[in-house]
């Protein structure tokens, strides 16, 4: 099949569109507003964009309060989503007020960031403490923006639970990353394997 991506005309129920950019990392931001008050919730427009310096974004849809948040105050964190965490992912993911701590509301521990001033998951496996970069509104081909608010951060600290460290490496099978798919599908990571770069000449 083919369909234009902007006329929608798939005859699915479903736009297919985010099931083909699957699987996708979570991140799951913890930013506290100017209030004072915290704030958490997982995004899964979410992506390394530069090694170095360390540069993640993540991008709302519509100015969520995660967004709003990170503007205003500058830092935020990102929480690794493990498996024994994902009721707690999705618990923190309801739409609630504005001033609603998802931390206290998925049964989470919030502890302050090293560098930031921003509370991060103590359950995470990982978090990343997060300098806000830029903030960028995506244009379509018509020139308009998009409601997108696609937030960048400098990563300037790093926290590991020493539980997945093993011979010298993050473990990714002990950290058990969940990971989503299309529609409300998630995907725990399968078997790995190793695959060598092609060495040229
Ligand atoms: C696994 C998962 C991934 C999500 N990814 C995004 C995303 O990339 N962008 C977005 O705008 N909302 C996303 N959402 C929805 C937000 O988490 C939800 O709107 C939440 O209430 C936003 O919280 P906030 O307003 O406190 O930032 C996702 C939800 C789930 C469960």
Redesign the pocket.
Known sequence: MFYKADTRDHGLPHDPFKAIVAPRP?GW?GTRGADGGR????????NIVSDSPKIVM?????Y????RNAAETGVFTVNYVSADLMAA??AS????PYGVD?FDLAGLTAAEGEMVDAPYVAEAKAVLECRVTQIIRPVGLDGREADAHMVLGQVVGIRIDDSVIQNGRFDVALARPVT?LGYMDYAEAGPLFELARPKVG
């Open positions: 979570i931001i704030n958490l919730g997982p995004y899964s427009f979410f993540f991008s709302s849809s519509g969520k309060h995660s967004a992912m999705n993911s309801a739409a609630v998802e989503r």
